[in-house]
DNA sequence: CGTGGTATTGATCCCGATCAATCAGGGTGG
DNA sequence: CCACCCTGATTGATCGGGATCAATACCACG
């Protein structure tokens, strides 16, 4: 793991204030975090933490993308979760961690001791509240992806993959300019994460492309050509996906 | 919904007392939660909350089972999650409620209004902090799940799924003594919570029986014949299940 | 150029879905 | 008591979507 520790950046110019697990906390209170707070840094593909792995830390994503995986004895994988920009990592009140956690891009991440930051939930309520609430949020958008899981077909879970993708990229930037999007996953991760097999996930895209629903530029970069049919695509009831 | 309001039992006399959303508070936080708490009662096969439907309670599961599902627009469904005793419904933040959520069996819910529980978890830690823990086991229980879905095979599904109810009927009776185990579910509703065909269920089922792994006395009441090859048979390396 | 990692496309296979028939148990009413 | 039905479970026959095995294309490196 090729981890470097970075001179800690003030919370004042954080560039997930407004999302992160701290973004409840007053001056004082993020004073309290700063003390038990350090950046770390890995290289797209560095393992981050191991299964089974002791937990030193919990921690913010700051910078780019990293999946939570888990994997059966005879080394087939199920992807369970996507982490961006603000997604928490990891278990106050578990000293091991359950799941692989993977850099997909390179990934800054804001770490907190594990052990006081547990501390600091009893005695901060605006970190509990704002702990509860990304729990919450993440266990509904988990049991989502169980639904994709079990019951869609694969060109369902494509169309939805690409419509989640193209959401969360939307909300980044408030301008709403329309420019590229990009896939933040090679293929294989995708078909990881959505239950498939690499071929299957090609197989799908080129159906996409061949009926005019999106284009690729390049491998990684696409165009949304018919966001309706591709919502149509996912097998979500109307308002389904909006409400998420 | 045929619904019926008990008198209200005192906590002290609880079941879950020890479990629940409540079990750190002390006797004046209890009070607090007592003063916005009401017993709801279910029969078997009642909707309890439709998908979409306004969220005027978050509820501890007292007494019974309950499923928490979702369906696709064309009516494929998918189970959730598996509500027993102690487990809490429902987001105290979120003004809509998103899954149905039915009775399996005849169910005691203690509700709690949900704006002022909202409120209350802000002033007392207690409750925020067993709301974290309780939201983050969820979650990772929801994670195991998704790996169940994506990438074990009918087989699989099935011995986890034993596996399963049996270490949580065995958690329940402290004695640890040798009973017959209960089904909580119909074949299709297994089906429905594995991403399988209630035939394929059924059909498993009778392999595991082939195979003297188990034995039914009749459709819903059935012994353990042989743990470590239902074990064998989940997928699951050694320890994941008992770390869980 | 060649080489290694990634993606596409093709051919075939198999697990689980689907369609369908039968069975088992348990009320209910004659 | 039996005939009837109703719901849930089992078992059988067939089908098809996606996995698997395999070949080829692409492209950024040296």
């Known amino acids: 793991m090729q981890q470097s520790i970075l001179k800690n950046m003030a919370c004042a110019s954080c560039p997930i204030k ?26 797209a593909n560095d393992q981050i933490l191991w299964r089974g792995e002791e937990l030193h830390y919990v921690a913010s994503v700051v910078e780019g993308v ?34 692989d956690v993977v850099a997909a891009s390179d990934v800054t991440l804001c770490c907190f001791e594990r052990e006081p930051f547990r501390k600091l939930i009893n005695d901060v309520p605006h970190l509990a509240q ?45 301008d709403g300019q329309q420019t590229d999007l990009v896939l933040p996953l090679l293929r294989s991760e995708i078909a990881n994460y959505l239950g498939l097999t690499l071929e299957t996930v090609s197989r799908q895209l080129t159906i996409l ?12 970069h696409f165009r949304i050509l018919d966001m309706a049919r591709l919502h149509d ?8 996906g909006i409400l998420a």
Do not use: N
Request: glycine share 8%; hydrophobic share 40%.
């Open 130 to 174: 704002r702990m509860v609430e990304i729990a919450l949020d993440e266990l509904d958008a988990a049991r989502d992806w169980m639904v994709l899981l079990g019951r869609k077909t694969a060109g369902e879970k494509i169309a939805t993959f690409i419509e989640m993708v193209t959401r969360r990229q939307h909300l980044d930037r408030a």
């Open 209 to 220: 492309k061949s009926e005019s629903v999106l284009e690729f530029v390049d491998k990684r």
């Open 18 to 43: 407004h999302r992160a697990v701290c973004s409840r906390c007053d001056a004082d209170e993020l004073a309290l975090l700063e003390s038990i707070k350090t950046y770390k840094s890995f290289s």
């Open 66 to 99: 990293a999946t939570l995986g888990k994997s059966l004895e005879d080394g087939r994988t199920q992807m369970v979760g996507l982490l961006l920009p603000s997604d928490f990592i990891g278990h106050p009140g578990r000293t091991h961690i359950e799941f």
């Open 233 to 240: 695509a996912t097998g979500d009831d109307a308002d389904g």
